[in-house]
């Protein structure tokens, strides 16, 4: 059974960073690209950032571009996201999702991130 | 960015009835267009993928269609279970992303 797990999650000052984790099982990780995606409360989806297999092509929504940093250890089955310089507009339920070449096939339950004084 | 504008945001209707999503693209993005279902509380669900590929398992009811920068979801006959919001996504794999439109909030009447 495919699962995807967050964690890093919690409340944190404007300007402050956090680390987001992600650890995956039940599929082989490095042969799947992988995503973040957020959802603010009451708001739609937003696509954050996604990796390749091999981390040899990373992408950013313009909202997080060097803002935020993904990355991933395949050899510990997991994937990162570096969040710097947080902004209250950055508060959400954060998902790490396995992209199936074509869409996200997999997700996790999400993890928040809550940005406030 | 590529923006994706989606409409309806909302939309009431009654079991049975055939209902549309629309959802353009600000630019040409082939067929990278999917569409996924959320319930109140849990992660989305992919139903179409590529613009017109029912994921499998998804009920027959549910199809979509479009190329370029028009798409539409249908849904063929309203089901009780399918309230929920839909959200179309276009795709890119070189360098990995996936733009969301706002969605729509599908309730019955």
């Known amino acids: 059974e495919v699962q995807l797990v967050e964690s890093g999650g919690g409340l944190v000052q404007p300007g402050r960073s956090l680390r987001l984790s992600c650890a995956a099982s039940?599929?082989?990780?490095?042969?799947?690209?992988m995503h973040w995606v957020r959802q603010a409360p009451g708001k739609g989806l937003e696509w954050v950032s996604g990796i390749s297999w091999n981390s040899g092509s990373i992408g950013y929504a313009d909202s997080v571009k060097g803002r935020f940093t993904i990355s991933r250890d395949n050899a510990k089955n997991s994937l990162y996201l570096q969040m710097n310089s947080l902004r209250a507009e950055d508060t959400a339920l954060y998902y790490c999702a396995r992209w199936g070449g074509y869409a996200v096939v997999s997700w996790g339950q999400g993890t928040l991130v809550t940005v406030s004084s | 960015d590529i923006q994706m504008t989606q409409s309806p945001s909302s939309l009431s209707a009654s079991v049975g009835d055939r209902v549309t999503i629309t959802c353009q693209a600000s630019q040409d993005i082939s067929n990278y267009l999917n569409w996924y279902q959320q319930k109140p509380g849990k992660a989305p669900k992919l139903l179409i993928y590529d613009a017109s590929n029912l994921e499998t398992g998804v009920p027959s009811r549910f199809s979509g269609s479009g190329s370029g920068t028009d798409f539409t979801f249908t849904i063929s006959s309203l089901q009780p279970e399918d309230i929920a919001t839909y959200y179309c996504q276009q795709y890119d794999n070189l360098p990995p992303g996936g733009t969301f439109g706002q969605g729509t909030k599908l309730e019955i009447k």
């Open positions: 039940g599929f082989t990780f490095d042969d799947y690209a």
